[in-house]
């Protein structure tokens, strides 16, 4: 079968050769967006009175008809059509005749899957906003249920001070809300047309690109050609912000690990999210949070792929820029996948809050308390910390905890120490407590989770 572009040539490729060039193994993804796109041009293109109004029907009615068999799954895709823009402009012709081959009058392969692209990830992104408010709520369900349940706070993965469970949940409410900005704020640069830029430079055809874009509910459109033909910064952005939204839901998986582990016991996943041992019987694996945890390098190494393509590429498309399609399609399945499954997760997992609270009072956690505590009475903080500091070594001396030392052990280290000293020592209490805006006290994490419901709605 002869290339739709061919006439120039007197040689055809060797099937191997057509095979390693051809992108339509991966980028039949693009079918629909194709197809949307060639209906805006051609309804320009009729607009314009750059084809007769009867060829641009025929052509919008072949196009509808490819339309719905794509829906349906009935459509055949060959490798010696390259991809998906020969493919379809084939299938075309093949369905009312030469008039097809109109279609692609003022327009160039190279804007046209530009223009695929925008449109796929414009509806990628919408999906991954919702996914993302999706995992917020089910984060603020945990969270309201939770606000009085007491955890050990870590830092360096030693026990720190107690904190409200609802707290530590809601840190990745806030990581999470991040990432639905810098998605949103990416729709600004996503929703912008190249149709109609031709392969660089323009075209000579009177064509309307605004009445094109306007047509498939862009924005603008691109103010330079070579420009919208070259550029995948839309495309590099979907990839730095998957990135880092996979950074965040890898450190949650990594603490949901641990969580689950006999050593914690804080948590229980639903056995939908676990996996067993073919060997050990006994055993309940948090696969799925590994998995999304190791799936965040393929992620970056999408991310990395695309920057490496394109740090050298000379103005305007060159076909290195193919190789943006696989990565991005991988980081779209993976980023939507892991969102769902952790979603499950979050909204299905069990919290053992006695076992949580039992650890914030078999250990030092509360030692701030204790300096705050002389701090409030007058002693200069430093010297506060050196007087629990030794405080806290004479109990790991003796095999005891602050809360274990009498008011005289107290008063011997200070005279500042009283009676309510077991009540500042008491985890509760110190929860209870840490009312600074953003801190864990109680009423600072219920305005939390009505802040965090207002924006999710």
């Known amino acids: 079968m002869s290339k739709l572009w061919g006439g120039r040539f007197t040689k055809s490729a060797e099937e191997w050769v057509d095979e390693f060039g051809a992108s339509i193994s991966f980028d039949q993804e693009l079918v629909l967006e194709d197809i949307q796109g ?3 041009h051609v309804a320009m293109l009729k607009k314009s009175s750059i084809l007769p109004g009867e060829d641009a029907d025929l052509i919008t009615s072949g196009l509808l008809t490819l339309q719905e068999k794509a829906k349906k799954g009935e459509l055949t895709f060959k490798v010696e059509m390259e991809d998906i823009h020969l493919n379809l402009e084939s299938m075309l012709i093949s369905e009312i005749g030469p008039v097809g081959g109109k279609l692609h009058t003022g327009r160039s392969r190279n804007d046209q899957v530009a223009t695929d692209m925008h449109l796929y990830l414009r509806n990628q992104t919408d999906d991954v906003l919702g996914l993302i408010a999706a995992l917020q709520t089910a984060l603020l369900e945990q969270a309201e249920s939770h606000v009085e349940t007491l955890i ?7 026990r720190a001070q107690p904190i409200s469970f609802a707290h530590h949940v809601m840190a990745y409410f806030w990581m999470l809300q991040r990432d639905k900005e810098r998605f949103t704020e990416s729709l600004k640069r996503i929703n912008v047309s190249p149709l109609g830029a031709g392969a660089l430079a323009g075209t000579t055809f009177p064509i309307d690109r605004a009445y094109s874009a306007e047509l498939l509910g862009f924005d603008a459109i691109y103010e330079n050609s070579l420009d919208a033909v070259s550029d995948r910064d839309f495309v590099l952005e979907f990839l730095s912000n998957s990135s880092t ?11 949901i690990i641990l969580w689950s582990s006999q ?3 804080f948590i229980e996943l639903d056995d939908a999210f676990s996996t067993g041992s073919s060997i050990m019987p006994q055993k309940k694996n948090p696969d799925m949070a590994e998995l999304i945890r190791g799936k965040t390098g393929r992620v970056y190494g999408n991310l990395t792929g695309l920057l490496t393509v394109l740090k050298g590429l000379p103005l305007a498309y060159n076909k290195d820029m193919q190789e943006d399609k696989e990565g991005i399609f ?5 980023v939507i996948g892991s969102l769902k499954i952790f979603e499950g997760m979050i909204s299905t997992m069990k919290v053992n809050a006695h076992v949580m609270e039992k650890a914030t009072k078999n250990d030092f956690s509360n030692a701030t308390e204790l300096a705050d505590y002389l701090a409030a009475k007058g002693m200069p903080f430093r010297e506060a910390h ?3 500091g030794k405080l806290v070594l004479s109990c790991v001396n003796q095999g005891c905890y602050l809360a274990d030392l009498t008011l005289e052990q107290f008063k011997e280290a200070s005279d500042l120490f009283n009676e309510d000293i077991y009540q500042a ?3 509760y209490e110190a929860v209870k407590r840490r009312n600074s805006a953003g801190g864990t006290g109680f009423e600072q994490v219920k305005l939390a989770i009505q802040k965090g419901k207002e924006l999710v709605k």
């Open 38 to 40: 060639s209906l805006a």
């Open 152 to 158: 050990p706070g870590y830092t360096h993965l030693q």
């Open 245 to 255: 939204l996979m950074m965040h839901l890898s450190r949650f998986s990594e603490e």
């Open 263 to 265: 050593e914690f016991q």
């Open 330 to 334: 991988d980081t779209v399945k993976t």
């Open 386 to 388: 050196e007087v629990v």
């Open 425 to 427: 020592l008491n985890p």
